[in-house]
């Protein structure tokens, strides 16, 4: 695996060199997914006030049967963003698939999370793909019709443009005859106030706050950095003009560090952009289908209408 680990950290240190040159300073969420940095998002849907992923378990228990009634048996279920895919049994109950094609780009992480899932179930077809699904790669098992499974509102880091353009990507690489179950965090308003929003993000025991900083202790690791973790603080703030979540790493004081053979410094308050997190209307989500090339069918939402699962096709 050297190859793909080289590149990979060639491309982080690209990603960290140029975004460090901006005038805001941004690092793109996927570089949170280190082994550590998986380890930790799991913590984070374990903290009480990350909602998200217990929402859409609780949606899922509802109307997995409903999706398994609807796209029939035998397909490959690909799953983009697998992680530990702690979703992924219940679907696969009600599915009943020929295959499982967890993608993910934390190769460790992947491969012992799919040894797992393919202990449970015993004759089902489990195929792991390291990789960017943002980026072209090919799928196995070509020979059976695919639902892909992208749940997590991992969407979500995409700003609207970008998601069109992913979700289209995932309709050419599923092919003809295919569904999507994809998973939206519902944007604030009515039952669902932002505070709810900004506690996901900050939660208060700090996992959230770890997961961030985990980014600076990862540039220190992989890129002969120098970053004093101790100098920043992890900030998640609201943004009602994007409607989306931004997370930052904001430096405390006056503060520089050495990454990549080069010095980079910081005014006390300046932040780095790590991640946005989008949320959406029913509107907007049917929109984006539709921009995407994809027929939204069915839309499941909790009792609160804080998240929707989308059943689309293509
Ligand atoms: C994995 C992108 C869906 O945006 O809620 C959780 C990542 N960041 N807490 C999200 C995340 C901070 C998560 N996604």
């Known amino acids: 695996m050297a190859d793909a680990d080289d590149f990979e950290n060639a491309a982080f240190a690209r990603d960290v060199r140029m975004g460090l040159a901006q005038p805001q300073k941004v690092i793109p969420a996927r570089w949170f997914y280190d082994r550590r940095?998986?380890?930790?998002?799991?913590?984070i849907t374990d903290a009480p006030e990350y909602y998200p992923t217990r929402t859409e378990i609780g949606?899922?228990?509802?109307?997995?049967?409903?999706?398994?009634?609807?796209?029939?048996?035998?397909?490959?279920?690909?799953?983009?963003?697998?992680?530990?895919?702690?979703?992924?049994?219940?679907?696969?109950?009600?599915?009943?698939?020929?295959?499982?094609?967890?993608?993910?780009?934390?190769?460790?992480f992947l491969r012992a999370s799919s040894a797992a899932l393919a202990a449970d179930f015993p004759g089902l077809d489990v195929r792991p793909v390291v990789a960017d699904?943002?980026?072209r790669f090919a799928l196995p098992r070509a020979d059976l019709p695919r639902l892909g499974f992208?749940?997590?509102?991992?969407?979500?880091?995409?700003?609207?443009?970008?998601?069109?353009?992913?979700?289209?990507?995932?309709?050419?690489?599923l092919g003809a005859d295919s569904w999507l179950l994809i998973g939206f965090d519902l944007a604030p308003g009515g039952d669902k106030?932002?505070?709810?929003?900004?506690?996901?993000?900050?939660?208060?025991?700090?996992?959230?706050?770890?997961?961030?900083?985990?980014?600076?202790?990862?540039?220190?690791?992989?890129?002969?950095?120098?970053?004093?973790?101790?100098?920043?603080?992890?900030?998640?703030m609201w943004n009602a003009a994007a409607s989306r979540i931004e997370m930052h790493l904001e430096a405390l004081c006056d503060t520089g560090f050495e990454a990549v053979g080069q010095t980079f410094s910081l005014r006390a308050g300046e932040t780095i952009h790590t991640e946005n997190s989008h949320k959406w209307s029913l509107e907007a989500v049917r929109l984006l289908g539709r921009a995407a090339g994809w027929a939204p069918v069915q839309s499941w939402e909790d009792d609160r209408g804080w998240f929707s699962l989308q059943l689309w096709r293509i």
């Open 37 to 43: 940095g998986s380890e930790i998002f799991e913590a």
């Open 133 to 135: 699904f943002t980026k």
């Open 59 to 108: 949606i899922l228990a509802d109307c997995a049967a409903d999706v398994g009634a609807r796209v029939g048996a035998g397909r490959a279920v690909v799953e983009f963003g697998s992680g530990s895919s702690a979703k992924t049994p219940l679907l696969l109950r009600a599915i009943a698939p020929a295959a499982y094609v967890p993608i993910d780009i934390s190769g460790d």
């Open 150 to 173: 992208f749940p997590g509102s991992t969407i979500g880091n995409l700003a609207p443009g970008a998601a069109v353009d992913l979700l289209r990507g995932f309709g050419g690489l």
């Open 193 to 236: 106030p932002v505070a709810v929003l900004e506690a996901a993000y900050d939660d208060a025991a700090g996992v959230t706050a770890d997961f961030n900083l985990n980014l600076l202790a990862r540039i220190n690791r992989e890129l002969a950095g120098t970053v004093r973790l101790g100098d920043f603080r992890h900030r998640a």
